[in-house]
């Protein structure tokens, strides 16, 4: 998410659709970027320090809000708190990370 945002920042894939090399098909907006960014730092810190009792309900968590995300934006509305979305790439992205963040926060890692 981070490489998302920084890409996004530095005009690769945002934060306009004319920047974007991908046009107006996917493009991350200022909004968009900023919320990756956190995000994604959030999730390394976590990632580093939390423990594991608390890494695997913070997966959960964010893969859950992702669908939702993904959800609301197909159903709802394409704009999120100012986040402008594209359909369907954006759809497709976080529904993808979200399923990505569910599974494994539940899946046994080998562990018994």
């Known amino acids: 998410m981070i490489i998302l ?3 996004g920042f530095v005009g ?3 934060p ?4 974007s090399i991908f046009g107006s098909v996917w493009w991350f907006d200022a909004a968009e970027c900023w919320a990756l960014m956190v995000v994604g730092v959030i999730s390394l810190i976590v990632g580093y320090v939390a423990t594991e009792n608390f890494q695997k309900p913070f997966a959960l968590a964010v893969g859950l809000l ?3 995300f993904a959800a ?3 159903y709802v509305d394409p704009e999120f ?3 402008n979305i594209e359909f369907p790439i954006d759809l497709v ?9 569910a599974l494994s926060a539940v899946a046994n890692h080998g562990k018994k």
């Open 72 to 74: 609301w934006t197909k």
């Open 93 to 101: 992205w976080y529904s993808i990370f979200g399923l990505w963040g």
């Open 66 to 68: 992702s669908i939702l």
């Open 5 to 7: 945002a920084i890409l």
């Open 16 to 19: 306009t659709a004319s920047d």
């Open 12 to 14: 690769v894939t945002g």
């Open 81 to 83: 708190l100012g986040i």
